[in-house]
């Protein structure tokens, strides 16, 4: 097990633990740990890029899904607790569900996506962690941000139609083109 799957692991524990502290409104902890894993994920993407033999096939499918697991709860979490409009929890969890659908779809029908980062999608993410970040610091820091978040929110939710519209686009180039291996 190499260093940035481990630093990746415990991001991915740090998630119920994020979730009870929202859900408990210790939102100064929930703000303290969001941050620590959004450091950690940059200190294993650095660590598993640089350090010969850190990178690993694991790592590559492990991260995401830890970023993925921990932005979605604390959306998911939010909106529970009333601090982020239900809307909007619900268009950035229907994103993500559009594209692993579509990749499991995929998948039985034999014609495997590829998946590649699009730029609008990692502006997307950046947005969403921005906006999540605000939020829990607002939260838990009692900083009045005024119109800045629900700002912030209208941007992730544009972002994220953006980001649904242009897999839903490549999704159905890739699935309405040739066959590989059909000689066509």
């Keep these: 097990m190499t260093l940035p799957n481990i630093i990746t692991l415990v991001r991915l524990v740090a998630v119920p633990v994020v979730v009870l502290l929202l859900m408990d ?10 941050v620590a894993a959004g450091i950690s994920d940059a200190v294993d993407g650095a660590i598993a890029r640089h350090v010969p033999g850190q990178a690993s096939e694991l790592g590559r499918y492990l991260d995401p ?7 979605v709860s604390i959306y998911v979490t939010l909106g529970i607790v009333g601090a982020i409009p239900a809307w909007l929890v619900l268009l950035v969890v229907s994103r993500d569900v559009l594209i692993v659908g579509g990749v499991i779809l995929s998948w039985i029908v034999t014609r495997p996506v590829p998946i590649v980062p699009l ?3 990692k502006t997307n993410t950046a947005a969403q962690i921005l906006f999540a970040a605000v939020v829990l610091g607002e939260l838990g820091l009692g900083i009045a941000l005024g119109p800045v978040v629900p700002a912030l929110g209208w941007i992730v939710a544009a972002l994220t139609i953006g980001s649904a519209a242009a897999y839903l686009i490549g999704w159905a180039r890739h699935m ?5 291996g059909s000689g066509a």
């Design 25 to 34: 409104r210790d939102y100064g902890a929930a703000f303290a740990l969001f």
């Design 119 to 121: 730029l609008i999608s």
């Design 176 to 180: 309405a083109g040739p066959a590989e």
């Design 65 to 71: 899904v830890a970023d993925k697991a921990l932005l």
